[in-house]
């Protein structure tokens, strides 16, 4: 992974968060005055999702049972034809803007950016904003940009901007510029319309929860890789493997003289049971597998491409998903390396979302899901020589064929940076929620967000 | 079957692949990735605090009249929460004296000997934490009660023996501080101690009286309560229950110091009756009593402290409702002395006692005549833990009937004493939690279910526990230079080989037919010369894991 430069507050921040969702409980701040992260206080369950046969954790709702869990997915199934998705993608580490529409009209660009600056006619150009050309990476969002189904955010914050990983992400998170709140922005959406019996409807397709994702009543649920659902062992390989699978298998078939005998071997004879069902989507070479796809997917990009083809295809089997979190390729906190780093990451990113926006096309998807690409904040205009350091405002953006494919806010211009000599905003993530809320969810934006009235509505959708 | 099942998705072929050329171990890296030190705390080890053993509390005894009585059959499930019984008789003192059960003191059955390395093997699993390789061997034929008072009479403070637990790094575990380390610490003790059944009873209580670091947020203080455990696990339960009432982590984890005169808040009042001493929908108590003993209890306050946390516990007379109050009919001013006492010699709490830690032991009901026994033996011994746990462990039915799923932890501490291993890694925390056991995080206040550990997810959570112990000891099929492993081992005497590596466990004749019918056959289509060698090798590892996670295994 060419996360050659993380800083040190970006991994204090990646770390608690993972420390949290994987204890589930309230790990201390690790400094005075540091947030509380999201998801605190949630404690983690896991069962098998018999239908994917994937490994589901669920956070929350402690008194429901795994077999509650699937009554409340298959009642929710039924209407999930018809519900909207918001499919909400993290770059983690605050994605440097000025790379990924990157300003290459404005006549400061090239002095600010010696190093990391790409060259004029190197990318298409930005057909909202001549001034903005899309890096040769990004092309894919071009692509779908072109075809009206991106809506771009090219200046997105807030004020005062927070230059820290932790604090700015759990703004973004949580929806408000409180350190205090523990509940994702996301999750108290699904609080206010979610149901108590399905932990579907917010999901994060990582080992542990999205804190975006974060309730206070309704459960939510993370889903591991469904690789994760395998026997392997050292030294145990083929010729040899399939067969010893099997015997665990049949081990499970045997009398069982007690009932505590008959758990162990019910336990065994299910377990093969479900990896049978799973050995079905594996192709026949071994080496990659099968969501049934209708396009493919990249190959690169770690576990992200594999990630969106997993769940194109639980849409397409109607679970009831609502809103769905993942984080994209790596690292974006490019203090250093930046050209390669970024390219690496934003290319992998953008080239699984397009393949992933085309799945969804194809399998007749696409008009109910929206997809959310963003970061908790911009990068400083200025280069620093070998990278950039942490911004203000930044980019975001809204991808699917209803979205409204034109801008909201304008490019700001580098002449008029903020006391930091950061980019000022033009539009607010929080503005962007409630819109998202009331547009796109048909929901009542104060339900989630206690001063929904103090912000714009802009219109992120096709009339 | 549910939506979905038409396109079960899988990444399983690259983690395979991964998998099987040694280069990755995803879950252990993502596991490790999430650990995360409170560096925060002010405790930078774990305070070993020592508890002076308890000692009896001076319980009047009245003499035991020999009564009949027929108590109703009670599955081990149901031992939480026994069947409606008549309304139990008032006594009429006004202050609590200890009541005399419809005990008998009629002898207890003990199982006919000579024991078997079975029965041996099945003691140490069920009284301990699995046995040594030998050790259930070396113990069969021997006296039995000889045996069970070498586990129940301890002498003096238990040795720990082998290496001091360390963290993948090789530092020493900070068990006060640092996620799942807490989990490790115990699970050492488990697998190191000379006292085995003192750190099983703990665990027993760690069940019984379940508190959460997940409400107490504080992992020293769950080490204490658990030192607490420790130092009581076979004296009166009385004092037990006492020092419980009392502990900080359960101060917190029920309210307890949020229960004063003012506000009175009914959360200990009504688990310590419900699930510590009587039992719900027993008539043991009415909605009353619940609120009269939260009144009772009244008085505990603590501090909070930003950077330390809930501090200063102590009894406050000033918040203690020194009113009277009336619990199971009898008035006084009670205190929370008093309201242990008010249970333990409440009419109900012997059976309640003795049919639940029976569940632990053993998975059918005890008799009639038995439960009358273990009753009378309980309250005359003055609410003696030690005298109920000998007499469960000799009798005919620990050893004659049906066996019991082994706990997680005691499946992973009984693989590391059999494979000789010991801590040097903290992943067993995220597997406990995995196989649905992680210690000081019960699911809430009436623990864990001992009925339901089985299931598609815990045992893949075991396999993979099986898998992390041979992880430094499997035989390597593809060294450098080539594989010398015994290119003409027979299957019959791979599998000794793979019993061996476990300490010979015993399992079900059908399983071993079925794993040595593998053991067999899994060769056949190896004919080149060059295989002979690391397909066997292959064979060896995959018949440990085989038979480390075979039903048989997952029961005792």
Redesign the interface.
Known sequence: MPDSCSCRDFNRSQ??H??????????????PGMPTPAGTGL?R???????????LSVYGA?MLGPRHF?EG??EA?AAAPNQPVLVSIFMEGGWDAMSVLAPVGDPLYAAMRPVVGLAPGSGPIFTEDDRLMWNPAATGLATLHDEGKVTTFPAIGYDPPDESHFTSRHYWEVGQLDTSVSSGWMGRFLDATGTQNNPLQGLSLD??LSPALATTSVPVAAVS?????????????????A??IA??G???S????????A??????L??SL?LN???????AN???????APVPYPTAGG?FP?QL??LA??L????PITCASLTGVGSFDTHSGETTALTTNLGQTVDAVLAFQRDLEARGLADRVLIQLWSEFGRHPQDNGSGTDHGAAGTAFLIGTQASGVMVGEFPGLAALDVNENLVNTSDFRAMYCSLLEQWFSTDASLVLPDAASYSRPTLLKS | ?????????????????A??H?TSK??RK??Q????K????AHAKAKAHHHKAVKHKAVPKKKVLPRKVTPKPKTPAAAKTPPKVAAPPKPAAPKPTPYQPPADTAPIPTFSEPTTVAHMRRLLWRAGFGPTPGQAEALAGQPLQQVVYSLTRPQGPPTLTGPDPVEDSGAPLAPADA?GDDHCWWLDRMIRTDQPLIERMTFIWHDWFATS??GV?DQQQMLDQNNTLRAGALGSFHDLFLAVTTDPAMLVWLNGTSNNKWNPNENYAREMMELFSLGADRGAYTETDVSEMARTLTGWRNDWVSGVGNTNFRFDPTYHDATAKTVFGQTGNWSYTDAVQLCVSHPLHPSFFVTKLWSYFV?TPPDAPTLASLQGLYTSSGYGIQPVVEAILQHPDFYDG????TPPVVYNAGLLRAAGRYIDTTAWA?LGA?AGQQLFYP??VSGWDFT?????????AR?DI??YV??QT????WPTGGSTYPATETSAAALSSAMAYWGNPIL?D??QQ??A??AH???T??TAAWEQSP?R???Q??LR??IA????M??S
């Open positions: 770390l608690l993972r420390g949290v969702a994987r204890a589930g409980q309230g790990l201390p701040s690790i400094e404690n369950r896991s069962f098998l999702l018999r239908s994917t046969g994937a490994m402690s699937l997915i298959t199934s080992s542990s890789s469904p690789a994760a659902y395998s026997l392997w062992a050292y030294g145990v390989d083929s010729p040899i493997t067969e010893a015997t665990f049949q081990l499970g045997l009398s069982a003289p007690s009932p505590a005998y758990q162990a071997r019910t336990a065994a299910n377990t479900v069902q799973m050995a079905g989507f594996v192709a071994g080496t990659a597998t099968n969501y049934n576990d594999g083809a997993a295809a639980m397409a089997d109607n679970l | 079957m549910a939506p979905g099942a038409a396109s079960a998705p899988a990444q399983l072929a690259t983690a395979v692949h998998a099987v040694g995803p879950a993502l596991h990735a999430a650990k995360h409170a560096k925060a705390k996620w670091n997940s947020d998975p049906p066996e019991l799923v995220w995995d699911p809430n339901r550990w089985l299931d598609t997810s815990t045992l893949m396999w099986a898998n041979t992880d499997y035989v390597n099929p079900s059908d399983s079925c794993i019918d593998f056959s899994c060769l289509s190896a397909y090798a292959i064979r590892n995959a894991m085989l996670t075979s039903p048989d997952q029961v």
